[in-house]
């Protein structure tokens, strides 16, 4: 069987797959480096399934990648967190109700 060579259509948002390699190399997200070197690589004559084997994605999530690339241009290649827990950032630690609270009054023991 032979698979559907599928293409990035970068003249449709006025980029070059060279603006692609570009956002691969200097995105600040890995997610978003990640996608963009999948459609870069896609671009130079790879096809999805060999940049998925390559990446450890599944064929369909990179195709995901291109086809919302060419909805929704370069703006859909980058990630934004959808949901779930925030991921830890160290910083100040937040001061809990409890330590704010007076001190507790220890009473002495009955005999």
């Known amino acids: 069987m032979v698979g559907l060579m599928l ?8 980029q070059t797959p060279d603006d692609l390699r570009r956002l691969a190399l200097n995105a600040p997200h890995a997610r978003t480096r990640e996608r963009a070197l999948a459609l870069y690589d896609i671009a130079q004559g790879s096809c999805a399934t060999q940049v998925a084997a390559r990446t450890g994605r599944h064929p ?18 980058t990630y934004g967190r959808t949901g779930g827990r925030p991921p ?9 109700v409890r330590s704010c609270a007076r001190p507790r009054v220890r009473w002495p023991r009955r005999p």
């Open 60 to 77: 369909q999530t990179v195709m995901g990648w291109l086809h919302a690339y060419h909805a929704q241009g370069p703006a859909a290649l």
């Open 88 to 96: 830890f950032a160290p910083g100040p630690r937040p001061v809990s």
């Open 7 to 14: 293409r990035v259509d970068c003249e449709r948002w006025g």
